[in-house]
Antibody, heavy 128, light 109 residues
């Protein structure tokens, strides 16, 4: 069964740090790009960060740039999000999600981009 | 940055009816880059549609997506009780990599 399981969430004070993990199973983790997406209480979805399958390329939303670092260990089928200088507005459920890039069958050279597998999420609360 | 605006914010319908959800982009985008997700209360999002109109594996054919340019639609026919949920459209771009609409809540009338 294809599965993503997040862990590492918790209560942290403003300015503090936290490291989230996401363990993948049921698929060849090293061949997929991955993402973190968060959802603040009662709010919509916000993409946070992306990492390529090799781990060499990463991108982050402006809201977390310079504070959050995404990494992966393909040997251990694991994804990480190191969060520093946490703020109250970082309070959210954090989901890891598998990214898919697929060639459009009728249009060689054109690609689909979407996230097809999601974990159940881990909750981060930033509060004093 | 492309902004996605979903309407309506809340849609109240009865089981058996059909729902039409709209997602409008602030500028034209490739339909290849448009996806729809369903989120039930307390659950993670679930992929419904990618490439604007291709159903994800296991998604019933009651769900269909359409549109191009800047206007996209998710249609759900013969609403079942489990379809009442939040729905998000999402687009891919070079920067930021993904953006979501603010969501449409489909509630039981």
């Amino acid at each position: 069964e294809v599965q993503l399981v997040e862990s590492g969430g918790g209560l942290v004070q403003p300015g503090g740090s936290l490291r989230l993990s996401c363990e993948a199973s049921g698929f060849t983790f090293s061949t997929y790009e991955m993402n973190w997406v968060r959802q603040a209480p009662g709010k919509g979805l916000e993409w946070v960060s992306y990492i390529s399958s090799s781990g060499y390329s990463t991108y982050s939303a402006d809201s977390v740039k310079g504070r959050f670092t995404m990494s992966r260990d393909n040997a251990k089928n694991s994804l990480f999000l190191q969060m520093t200088s946490l703020r109250a507005e970082d309070t959210a459920v954090y989901y890891c999600a598998r990214g898919r890039v697929g060639e459009v069958p009728a249009a060689p050279g054109a690609y689909y981009y979407y996230m097809d597998v999601w974990g159940k999420g881990t909750t981060v609360t930033v509060s004093s | 940055e492309i902004v996605l605006t979903q309407s309506p914010g809340t849609l109240s319908l009865s089981p058996g009816e059909s729902a039409t959800l709209s997602c409008r982009a602030s500028q034209s985008l490739s339909s290849n880059y448009l996806a729809w997700y369903q989120q039930r209360p307390g659950q993670a999002p679930r992929l419904l549609i990618y490439g604007a109109s291709t159903r994800a594996p296991g998604i019933p054919d009651r769900f269909s997506g359409s549109g191009s340019g800047a206007d996209f639609t998710l249609t759900i026919t013969r609403l079942e009780p489990e379809d009442f949920a939040l729905y998000y459209c999402q687009q891919y771009s070079s920067s930021p990599r993904y953006t979501f609409g603010q969501g449409t809540k489909l509630e039981i009338k």
